[in-house]
C-alpha cells in the first residue's frame, strides 16, 4: 500500500491521492444518496419551477420544481452503476477472448481479432447508438450496448500480455509439466495481466460515465423521471438563458467525476509502472 | 511501396465487409418487427404489412443481406421513410458541413496541443509542465455535451461574441470546433509532451548541444521536427474519431451536419437513413485510418513496407 501510495523517488503520488478522493466521495454519495439527499429526486414543486439558489434548495431547482441538488447525487448512482457493470462485463469478455487469442494463435486469434478490428472501426459511441436505437432506451440495453464498444481494448491488451507471457519460463515450464490450457491461463497468465488491466478498467470506467451521459443527452439513455446527469444537461440546455444553473451543476458533476476517475487511472499507472512516468507519458 | 498500399487496401476488404454486416445485423437480429417499431405501436396491420414490402422485410434474410450489401456498393441504400429522398444524396448533402467542422476543430487542437506540449516538455516537472498537463487533463475529462452548453452560456448568452448555434459563415464554426477539438488537443498535447521528451534524450539532440546549438535552436529544429511525425499521424486518425464525435456537437450546436442527421434519424426511427448515417461514419473512419497509415508510411523513411 505505501509503495503504491508513494510516487517516483519516494514522492507523495498526488494524482493517486487526488483522483481516489474524488471518485470515493462520488461512490459514498451514489451509495448513501437516500440519507444525505436533501429531497426525494422525484418531488415536484410545479411553484417553484426554475427556481434559483435558495436555503431550501442548494443548487436550485429544475423545470418540475425538482432539488438539483439531490438528483445529481442520485444521478451518481446511475453514472456509476452503468460505468462499473459495464467495464466489468467488458473486462471480462475481453480478458477471456484476448488471453484466448493470444494463447492459441492461429485460427482463433484471426477470428477474435478480426472480429475486434470490425468493432474497432466504429468510432466514440457511434455503435452504442446505433444498438440503442434499434434495443431502445432502458439501463440493461445502455449496458449491453457500452459493453459491446468497452470489451476490444481489453481484448488487444491481454492479447498482447498473452503473447509476451507465453514465452516466459514459467508457462514453459507448466506447459512442460502438463498443465491443461485452461490451468495455465487460469493461474498463470491472468495473474499476471491484472496490474496493466487494473489501469485501463480505471480508464475505462470514465468512458462508460461519458458513454452513459452521452446516449441520456441524446435521450437514448435513462428515461424520464430517472435522474442522469446526461438528461438533465439536454434538459437543461433549453433553459440556458432563463436557468443557467440546471446546465452547470449536472456538467460539473460529469467533468468533476470523469477527472477524478482519470487522476486515479495516471496516478495507478505511476504506481504500477514506474518507467511510465519516467519515459514521461 | 505499391505492393504496400495494395495489401493494406486488401486488409482494409474484410474489416469493411465485416462493418457493413454488423451494421446489417443490428437492425435485423432485434427483438420485434422494425417496421412495427417505425410505424408505432397503433400503425394497422395493413400499414406495417406494406412498409414490409417496400423495405424487403418480406424476403428471405439472406436475400436481403445480398440485396442491402448490393446497395452498398452501388451507392444505392433505399430512401428515407419520411423525406422520401434518397439515403445517399440525403448524406452527401449534410457531409461537407460535418467534414469542415471536423477539419477546422483538428486545425484548433493542432495549433493549441504542439506549442502547449512543447512547451510541457522543455519545462519538464516545473509548475509550467504540471499546469499544461493538468490542462490537458481537464480536456480529454470534458465531454463534449459538457463542454458545449457552457461555452454557448459564456460565448454567446453572456458575451454575445459567437452565435449559439447554425452554420453561418467562419464565425459560427468557432464554438463547435472547440467544443468539438478540445479532447482532441489534450490528446496531442500529452503525446507532444511525451514524445518531445523521449527525442530530447536522443543521441543527435545531445550532439547538437555539444556543438554549442541554443536550447532554443535544439528543441525546435532538432527534437520537434522529429518528434512531430507520431503527433501529426495520431491527429489523422484522430480525424475519423471527430467525425462521430460530431454526432453530439452537432446536436449541440443546431449544425446541420452528418452527426444530426443520425440522431434525427434515430429518433424518427427512420431505419434506412440511421443505417446509411452509421455505415457512412464507420466507413470514413476505416478509410481516414488507412490514408493515415499509408502516408506516414510514404513520410517516414523508417517504415519498412515488407
Known sequence: MKRILAGKAGRVNVPLIAGAAVTSAFVLAAVFAPWIAPCSPFDQDLFGGLAGPGADHLLGQDRLGRDILTRIIYGARISLTVGFVTVGISVLLGTLLGTAAGFFGGRVDEVIMRTCDVFLAFPGILLAIAVMAVLGPSFLNVVVALSLMGWTGFARLARGQTLSLREREFVVAAVAMGATPARIIGRHIIPNLAAPLTVEATFAVAAAVVGEAGLSFLGLGAQPPTPSWGAMLAEGRQFLLIAPSLTIWPGLAIMLTVLGINFLGDGLRDAMDPKSKLRGE | ?306
Open chain 2, 1 to 306: 511501396m505499391r505492393a504496400y498500399i495494395i495489401r493494406r487496401l486488401i486488409g482494409a476488404v474484410p474489416v469493411a465487409w465485416g462493418v457493413v454486416t454488423l451494421v446489417f445485423f443490428i437492425i435485423h437480429l432485434t427483438p420485434g418487427d422494425p417496421a412495427q417499431i417505425m410505424l408505432g405501436e397503433s400503425a394497422s396491420a395493413a400499414d406495417v404489412e406494406e412498409l414490409h414490402r417496400q423495405l424487403g422485410l418480406d424476403k428471405p434474410i439472406l436475400t436481403q443481406y445480398i440485396s442491402f450489401i448490393g446497395g452498398v456498393l452501388t451507392f444505392d441504400m433505399g430512401a428515407s421513410i419520411y423525406t422520401g429522398k434518397g439515403v445517399v444524396s440525403s448524406i452527401f448533402a449534410v457531409y461537407p458541413a460535418t467534414l469542415s467542422l471536423a477539419l477546422c476543430s483538428m486545425a484548433l487542437a493542432i495549433v493549441v496541443a504542439i506549442p502547449l506540449g512543447a512547451m510541457a516538455a522543455a519545462r519538464k516537472d516545473t509548475a509550467v509542465d504540471r499546469g499544461a498537463m493538468f490542462a490537458s487533463l481537464l480536456g480529454v475529462s470534458t465531454p463534449t455535451f459538457c463542454a458545449g452548453p457552457l461555452l454557448i452560456l459564456i460565448f454567446a448568452v453572456e458575451l454575445g461574441w459567437f452565435p449559439a448555434s447554425g452554420r453561418s459563415g467562419l464565425v459560427s464554426l468557432v464554438l463547435p470546433s472547440i467544443t468539438l477539438g478540445m479532447a482532441m488537443a489534450a490528446i496531442l498535447s500529452r503525446l507532444t509532451r511525451s514524445t518531445l521528451i523521449e527525442t530530447l534524450g536522443e543521441d543527435y539532440v545531445t550532439a547538437a548541444r555539444a556543438r554549442g546549438a541554443s536550447g532554443r535552436m535544439v528543441l525546435f529544429k532538432h527534437a520537434l521536427a522529429n518528434a512531430l511525425l507520431p503527433v501529426v499521424t495520431v491527429a489523422g486518425l484522430q480525424l475519423g474519431a471527430l467525425l462521430a464525435g460530431a454526432v453530439i456537437t452537432e446536436t449541440i450546436f443546431a449544425w446541420p451536419g452528418l452527426g444530426r442527421l443520425t440522431v434525427e434519424a434515430i429518433n424518427a426511427r427512420d431505419y434506412p437513413l440511421a443505417q446509411g448515417c452509421v455505415l457512412t461514419i464507420a466507413l470514413s473512419y476505416l478509410m481516414v485510418n488507412i490514408l493515415v497509415d499509408l502516408i506516414y508510411a510514404a513520410i517516414d523513411p523508417r517504415i519498412k513496407y515488407q
